[in-house]
């Protein structure tokens, strides 16, 4: 069988609807035959693991787990969802305390068990700050860690092709940046549809202003969305999203999406937030966003938002702080 690598790919959260799909999305795709499955609740972990046995994958080796350093040694990749999911009337900030709580022993098993882990992503919200919790306490360089962003970006890719009533293949670049929350910076600039730019179809009024107010909110509330249709939060989408990031720092197709990256310079200082990027073998990296006033100020509004979060947990204990950073990270 032809895999992309022959490097163990190790499932945090597999028990779990986002966990399990990852798990079989990497299978079909064939990312590796190398496949840990890892979660604390082993009989729903088991019947994941039965699961994926039944689909009769050939030349894989699955394994699955309850024992962290067991799942975490070797690991060359790892992607997790292991964090609460999000309910109805949550918002993805109201799982703050408990899953950055989380991500700080996930960095620490990581630092433990596999800190020559090639690239990680994290899923579970609220992905900005878990992300950089986990970051933090792992030990990794930046480079080494990306969280999902995408699904902003693919939801307002959805809303603009259902509002033209075209294909979804004819609309180009769309890009949100900044937070994966409903602070999150949506950018009309960078993209196209039909060959025609966007913002300038705002401009002339072939989108009226309400209108592309009304579907900006909609891309907002995307997750909300679908926890009101299904009776719970995403899992399809995320799944696919982050094991197209994970097959990109593998060395497969270029992932095309933002994914969320620790930033610091002179504009934004130690957080995560979704970039520019481009994730390769090399891990990710990323190039600051260029949109239009109005976007710039939203980009800067969810910075400010997202510095909030962060120096909540700050104050909440999880993580210390950021004058003491690098000593619990040197990359930091």
């Known amino acids: 069988m032809n895999f992309l690598t022959n490097d163990k790919l190790t499932i945090v959260g597999a028990a779990g609807m986002i966990g399990s799909n990852m798990a079989q999305t990497a299978l079909m795709m064939k990312l590796t035959p190398n496949i840990c499955l890892y979660d604390p609740y082993g009989p729903a972990l088991e019947g994941v693991a039965e699961e994926m046995f039944h689909c009769a994958f050939e030349g894989v080796n699955l394994t699955y787990t309850t024992d962290i350093k067991e799942a975490f040694e070797g690991t060359a990749y790892?992607?997790?969802?292991?964090?609460?999911?999000?309910?109805?009337?949550?918002?993805?900030?109201?799982?703050l305390k408990g899953n950055a709580e989380i991500a700080a022993q996930l960095g620490k098993d990581i630092r433990q068990y596999c800190p020559d882990?090639?690239?990680?992503?994290?899923?579970?919200?609220?992905?900005?700050?878990?992300?950089?919790?986990?970051?933090?306490y792992s030990g990794l360089?930046?480079?080494?860690?990306?969280?999902?962003?995408?699904?902003?970006?693919?939801?307002?890719?959805?809303?603009?092709?259902?509002?033209?009533?075209?294909?979804?293949d004819k609309v180009l670049n769309c890009r949100t940046y900044g937070g994966h929350g409903e602070q999150m910076a949506v950018y009309a600039t960078t993209t196209s549809i039909d060959g025609e730019s966007l913002s300038k179809?705002?401009?002339?009024?072939k989108i009226p202003s309400q209108d592309w107010v009304d579907l900006k909110l909609r891309v907002v509330q995307g997750g909300k969305n679908i926890i009101d249709l299904r009776g719970r939060s995403s899992f399809q989408s995320p799944s696919y999203l982050s094991i197209m990031m994970i097959a990109a720092a593998m060395g497969g197709k270029p992932f095309i999406w933002p994914a969320g990256t620790y930033v610091n310079n002179n504009k934004f200082d130690h957080i995560m937030m979704a970039m520019e990027t481009v994730i390769d073998k090399s891990g990710v990296h990323y190039n600051m966003p260029k949109g239009n006033t109005s976007e710039e100020k939203e980009l800067d509004t969810s910075y400010i938002h997202l510095r909030k979060l962060r120096d909540e947990v700050i104050e909440m204990g999880i993580i210390p702080p950021i004058t003491k950073w690098s000593t619990v990270n040197s990359h930091m």
């Not at 994290?122 to 900005?128: G, K, L, S």
């Not at 860690?145 to 959805?158: E, F, G, I, K």
């Not at 179809?201 to 009024?205: L, P, R, S």
């Open 201 to 205: 179809m705002i401009e002339t009024g």
């Open 117 to 136: 882990v090639k690239h990680v992503v994290i899923v579970f919200n609220p992905a900005d700050i878990t992300g950089l919790v986990t970051l933090l």
């Open 141 to 168: 360089e930046p480079s080494r860690l990306s969280t999902l962003a995408a699904l902003d970006s693919t939801r307002l890719r959805s809303e603009l092709a259902k509002y033209f009533a075209i294909s979804p």
């Open 78 to 95: 790892l992607v997790s969802s292991g964090g609460a999911a999000r309910k109805a009337g949550m918002t993805r900030e109201d799982l």
